[in-house]
């Protein structure tokens, strides 16, 4: 049950930042937006649950 509530908490997280993150990039003007790569994206991920996953 515990699992479940992190897991939910997290998604909720990731939303959100992503959700940020697109609005911060729209404000940007076209020459200075840039996409990720996926390990950039992989890595930002990791960083982000890692507390959660430590907690635990």
Do not use: H, N, W
């Not at 003007?29 to 649950?49: F, G, I, W």
């Amino acid at each position: 049950m515990r699992t479940k509530y992190l897991a939910a908490i997290a998604i909720a997280v990731l939303a959100a930042c992503t959700g940020l993150a697109v609005i911060s990039l729209g404000s940007l003007p076209l020459e200075k937006q840039s996409t990720p790569t996926a390990t950039q994206m992989a890595d930002r991920l990791a960083q982000s649950l890692d507390p959660f996953f430590d907690a635990v």
